[in-house]
Nanobody, 121 residues
Framework: QVELVESGGGLVQPGGSLRLSCAAS????????MAWFRQAPGKQRELVAQ???????NYVDSVKGRFTIARDNAKNTVYLQMSSLKPEDTAVYYC???????????????WGQGTQVTVSS
């Protein structure tokens, strides 16, 4: 019904920057929120940043001041601009969206396939 496709991951040195993108497509009536999660090896998946329609973005404390989430509603796309990257930011980053599908009254959750971000010298 809805597909989320991420791009922009890769290898970057500490202190560097990357921008992740996630485009949603399919039978979309409305996107209520979009977010980025990450999962490092041996750790639980955690919410990194969230952009809710009509609300202010929120971030996990460890990325505040370094990461910025932004949505382009016309393109059903969410971005994560990551700056001052640290080795501890290394993880698989997943896009997440709460979407009301055409013909439905409630939102469903959808995940992207994940993109690897590695911060290393």
């Amino acid at each position: 019904q809805v597909e989320l496709v991420e791009s922009g991951g890769g290898l970057v040195q500490p202190g560097g920057s990357l921008r992740l993108s996630c485009a949603a497509s399919g039978n979309i009536f409305r996107i209520n929120s979009m977010a980025w999660f990450r999962q490092a090896p041996g750790k639980q998946r955690e919410l990194v940043a969230q952009a809710i329609s009509g609300g202010s973005p929120n971030y996990v404390d460890s990325v505040k001041g370094r990461f910025t989430i932004a949505r382009d509603n016309a393109k059903n796309t969410v971005y994560l601009q990551m700056s001052s990257l640290k080795p501890e930011d290394t993880a698989v980053y997943y896009c997440f969206a709460r979407v009301v599908v055409i013909g439905r009254n409630t939102a469903n959750s959808f995940w992207g396939q994940g993109t690897q971000v590695t911060v290393s010298s």
